[in-house]
């Protein structure tokens, strides 16, 4: 997409936990895992063990076991004799990510508003309100992040925790596609809309609630533009070409 990629600086993201021997390992993942998600570190950014190890104060072991965990959830790559990346979703992995969600968000929805409760409400207009302040001052990468959190906290209220595992997956995957395709503030969800979803919930509204969701993702979809830029293909000839007439314009 012609992007800068990140460089790797997470010296600032070394918690007291990761310095003092702590649950190392899990709060090395935690980090990383942030970074990827909250798209500090872009899709294509390379990983280096040796780099990561003297960041976190860890063992490049220690590192590798991180990044196999991530490349489980499909969140970094890793490629024989070429070493880990931060994943790039395919158009299709975008396309498929986004219909799991709709089928699991859609189909929670009827549950999610018989067990919502006014504390559980409240805590989502929390996060609608700090995803309007992130709006507001022009922060994406803030803005993405809790409207990824508001989808998740949302199917918690449900109390399957199955699903809500399920869909906080797919939310990070779709973090991913959003750094990959979309424009500047594709794939944040405006807060009025947020605000509408909640107020269907409070209304006992299930199936208005449901159909609510499957028009939201997909805008959210639409927002984000689903199409691979193939590199342009080199013509030799021509290159040759034109810095042979350069240099007979210099002589």
Request: net charge negative.
């Given at each position: 997409?012609?992007?800068?990629?990140?460089?790797?600086?997470?010296?600032?993201?070394?918690?007291?936990?990761?310095?003092?021997?702590?649950?190392?390992?899990?709060?090395?993942?935690?980090?990383?895992?942030?970074?990827?998600?909250?798209?500090?570190?872009?899709?294509?950014?390379?990983?280096?063990?040796?780099?990561?190890?003297?960041?976190?104060?860890?063992?490049?072991?220690?590192?590798?076991?991180?990044?196999?965990?991530?490349?489980?959830?499909?969140?970094?790559?890793?490629?024989?004799?070429?070493?880990?990346?931060?994943?790039?979703?395919?158009?299709?992995?975008?396309?498929?990510?986004?219909?799991?969600?709709?089928?699991?968000?859609?189909?929670?929805?009827?549950?999610?508003?018989?067990?919502?409760?006014?504390?559980?409400?409240?805590?989502?207009?929390?996060?609608?309100?700090?995803?309007?302040?992130?709006?507001?001052?022009?922060?994406?990468?803030?803005?993405?992040?809790?409207?990824?959190?508001?989808?998740?906290?949302?199917?918690?209220?449900?109390?399957?925790?199955?699903?809500?595992?399920?869909?906080?997956?797919?939310?990070?995957?779709?973090?991913?596609?959003?750094?990959?395709?979309?424009?500047?503030?594709?794939?944040?969800?405006?807060?009025?809309?947020?605000?509408?979803?909640l107020e269907l919930i409070a209304a006992g509204d299930?199936?208005?609630?449901?159909?609510?969701?499957?028009?939201?993702?997909?805008?959210?979809?639409?927002?984000?533009?689903?199409?691979?830029?193939?590199?342009?293909?080199?013509?030799?000839?021509?290159?040759?070409?034109?810095?042979?007439?350069?240099?007979?314009?210099?002589?």
């Amino acid at each position: 997409m012609g992007k800068k990629r990140s460089s790797i600086d997470l010296g600032a993201m070394q918690g007291e936990d990761v310095m003092s021997g702590n649950g190392r390992d899990e709060a090395v993942y935690r980090n990383l895992y942030a970074a990827i998600v909250e798209n500090h570190l872009e899709p294509g950014t390379k990983l280096p063990e040796d780099t990561l190890a003297e960041a976190f104060g860890v063992s490049r072991t220690s590192i590798r076991k991180v990044l196999q965990r991530l490349a489980h959830e499909r969140l970094v790559d890793i490629r024989l004799n070429r070493g880990a990346t931060v994943a790039q979703p395919t158009v299709k992995e975008a396309r498929d990510i986004f219909a799991a969600r709709r089928i699991v968000e859609c189909g929670v929805m009827a549950l999610v508003v018989a067990k919502a409760t006014p504390a559980g409400l409240d805590a989502l207009r929390d996060i609608v309100r700090r995803e309007h302040e992130a709006e507001a001052r022009g922060d994406r990468r803030e803005a993405i992040y809790l409207s990824g959190e508001f989808h998740v906290a949302l199917s918690r209220v449900s109390e399957n925790e199955a699903v809500a595992e399920i869909l906080a997956g797919l939310v990070s995957r779709s973090s991913l596609v959003i750094s990959t395709y979309g424009a500047p503030m594709a794939g944040s969800c405006r807060h009025s809309e947020h605000d509408a979803v909640l107020e269907l919930i409070a209304a006992g509204d299930a199936e208005g609630a449901r159909t609510w969701m499957e028009r939201h993702l997909k805008d959210v979809e639409r927002t984000v533009v689903l199409v691979e830029e193939e590199p342009s293909a080199l013509d030799l000839r021509k290159i040759l070409d034109e810095v042979a007439r350069r240099h007979r314009g210099e002589d």
